[in-house]
């Protein structure tokens, strides 16, 4: 059975930045589209980015447009959130999640249809 894992989170100064990996167990990501959500106090839970299974379709929540960018290695079956220009509104749990989306080239931004989860990763950003 698939297992994600979040790592990479930690504790930084506004202006840094961070690299999340979600690395999958149990099977392989290769088919698999990945979403990266995150939590923050007191807040619903927002969609940050997503990758299509194949690589070719990306999306961004317009808050992090610029500033995190997703990619994938599916022969370490692991996808990366490279975060940069972190800010204190982007302090929260991260998560990422599968889908197996229709076709190679979509993700989903929203969480609805994803239905592997990992247990999360924290991230602090002060000012």
Not at 46 to 53: A, D, K, L, P, R
Not at 71 to 81: E, G, H, I, K
Request: glycine share 12%.
């Amino acid at each position: 059975q698939l297992r994600l894992v979040e790592s990479g989170g930690g504790l930084v100064h506004a202006g840094e930045s961070l690299r999340l990996s979600c690395v999958a167990s149990g099977d392989n990501l290769r088919w698999r589209a990945i979403g990266w959500f995150r939590r923050a106090p007191g807040k619903e839970r927002e969609g940050v980015s997503c990758i299509s299974s194949a690589g070719t379709g990306t999306k961004y929540a317009d808050s992090v447009k610029g500033r995190f960018s997703i990619s994938r290695d599916d022969a370490a079956n692991t996808v990366y959130l490279h975060m940069s220009g972190l800010q204190p509104e982007d302090t929260g749990v991260y998560y990422c999640a599968t889908d197996y989306p229709a076709t190679d080239d979509y993700c989903s931004p929203i969480a609805s249809p994803y239905d592997i989860w990992g247990p999360g990763t924290q991230v602090t950003v002060s000012s």
